[in-house]
């Protein structure tokens, strides 16, 4: 009898101790650690994604494109669109406990359109003032700014406590659904409700824990065993491992994501114009999508993809795949045998590394051997992304609300600029989509800047790949946005 009643005490201590996965907590896998969570400083894509969830700015973007209201519930333009009056939400809190004020919103974006603090700041140069007057903040511009409030949805743009200020880079505090309540560096990140969040009705799971896991095969294992709920932008490469998997479900959308060959326009032989016309003639994109992309991804011609809707303009034709015609440019640069260079290529994405071997193979055949080197991440971003050091790469521009924040890239004086692309005519025309009010006026003028892109060959523009979202079937609330972001506040498991 006695053995019987300790049989039944640790069957009951074993059923309090199950392994079930708990319905308020989801586990998230990505490839990679943010840089810094410091609004003004970080320019990882990576950063943005998880901080979608933990900052927010006055305004932000919605599923379908639009601009929706954030920490401010209305915003009035003046009619010479020169003067922005944003209405402040009530009751606002902060991660710390201290409600949002209209002075911390001088103070965030004051320090952003600082050349001496942000380097951020060249978006916002236009910006006079901005100032308080009581639950209002008043942005007054020098001359009228058609992107303006779409560059208020982005991170840069976010508003923070003034008095948190120095801890942001690893301890970000905002306004968002979740808070950042551990982070372990290469290892995991830790999500926890934020029980003051104005919107009671978010977020509707209580923690989500963002894996690090830079490889997908390992990605995958882990959602198969149940260790992870969600792999967000799952490698094609890996598709079929989870196809046909009753309990999985799998999104597929467009990413708004363009990849690219980039080549730096300032070193040669990528300084003479043939060269750079002959690799995008010896480059067969089509072969790309399928061997890299597994079909998964949409042919592109310049720096702006079919998710942008009526901004984009279909180039792809201008250079259809011809390495007969590329070997006769090669010729006439002076390079009839062809020529070395070195293709880095940022390890924690598969995607990109396998185009650049897909590339390297097609540019051989024109006699342009490829030396490849495989970076990390923080090596790529430091040596490619900010010090230009580098001859051609492979890597993915995401996309924007606004086509100008996209291709404003290009600008000649622009720090994002890795190509060293410099033309007057895109310049001039930049400035003028920037002042143009007529929608209509503002399409053809951003048509013809990717025009001038495709034109000039400034790099190679491969597709715009699928966006393949792959996680359990008890995941309900998965919304894709047309920017690269992670909304976890949607998402909920259901028993």
């Not at 508003?159 to 659904?177: F, H, S, V």
């Not at 999985?248 to 080549?263: F, R």
Request: hydrophobic share 40%; with cysteine.
């Amino acid at each position: 009898m006695r053995k019987a009643l300790i049989s039944l005490i640790i069957i009951i201590l074993l059923a309090g101790c199950s392994t079930t996965p708990n319905t308020d907590e989801l586990a998230v896998a990505i490839p990679t650690d943010p840089d810094n969570f410091h609004p003004h400083q970080s320019v990882a894509a990576a950063t943005a994604e998880i901080a979608f969830n933990i900052f927010e700015g006055l305004v932000k973007a919605a599923p379908d494109g639009s601009i929706i209201p954030a920490l401010a519930t209305e915003w009035i333009i003046s009619p010479d669109g020169r003067q922005y009056t944003f209405t402040l939400r009530e009751g606002v809190k902060f991660h710390n406990g201290r409600e949002l004020e209209a002075d911390d919103v001088v103070y965030c974006l004051d320090r952003l359109r600082d050349p001496e603090i942000s380097p951020k700041s060249r978006d916002y140069t236009d910006v006079e003032s901005v100032k308080a007057e009581g639950n209002k903040v008043i942005i007054t511009l020098s001359k009228p700014n058609a992107v303006f409030l779409a560059l208020l949805t982005e991170l840069g743009a976010a508003i923070y406590p003034r008095e948190a200020e120095d801890q942001l880079t690893n301890k970000p505090i905002g306004t968002g659904p979740y808070l950042l309540e551990d982070w372990e560096p290469n290892n995991a990140l830790t999500l926890t409700k934020f029980p003051d969040y104005w919107n009671p009705q978010l977020p509707k799971t209580d923690k989500v824990i963002l894996k690090i896991i830079p490889e997908p095969s390992t990605m995958v294992n882990s959602l198969l065993t149940g260790h992870v709920d969600l792999i967000p932008r799952l490698e094609p490469d890996y598709l079929h491992q989870v196809e046909n998997k009753p309990d999985l479900q799998i999104i597929d959308s467009p990413m708004n994501l363009v990849q690219l060959l980039a080549i730096n326009n300032s070193v040669p032989p990528f300084d003479d114009i043939r060269v750079r016309q002959a690799l995008n003639y010896a480059i067969n994109r089509e072969e790309i999508i399928q061997g890299a992309g597994w079909g998964k991804g949409t042919a592109i011609g310049s720096n702006l993809t079919p998710a942008m809707g009526p901004w984009y303009k279909d180039l792809t034709g201008m250079y259809p795949y011809n390495p007969e015609k590329a070997k006769e440019l090669l010729a006439e640069a002076g390079y009839p045998q062809g020529f070395s260079a070195t293709l880095h290529l940022p390890a924690p994405y598969p995607l990109h590394r396998n185009a650049g071997e897909i590339i390297a193979d097609q540019l051989e055949d024109v006699g342009i051997k490829l030396k490849i080197e495989v970076i990390e991440w923080g090596t790529w971003l430091e040596q490619v992304n900010t010090n230009r050091d580098y001859q051609l790469t492979v890597v993915g521009f995401t996309g924007r609300i606004d086509p100008h924040t996209v291709l404003n890239r290009y600008q000649s004086q622009s720090g994002r600029n890795i190509s060293y692309f410099n033309n007057p005519e895109y310049d001039m025309l930049l400035v003028r989509g920037l002042e143009e009010t007529d929608l209509a006026a503002r399409v053809e003028i951003y048509q013809q800047l990717q025009t001038i892109l495709a034109e000039e060959a400034s790099n190679v523009y491969i597709m715009d790949p699928s966006q393949i979202a792959v996680m359990s079937k008890k995941i309900q609330g998965w919304v894709n946005y047309p920017v690269y972001v992670l909304d976890l506040a949607r998402l909920e498991k259901v028993k």
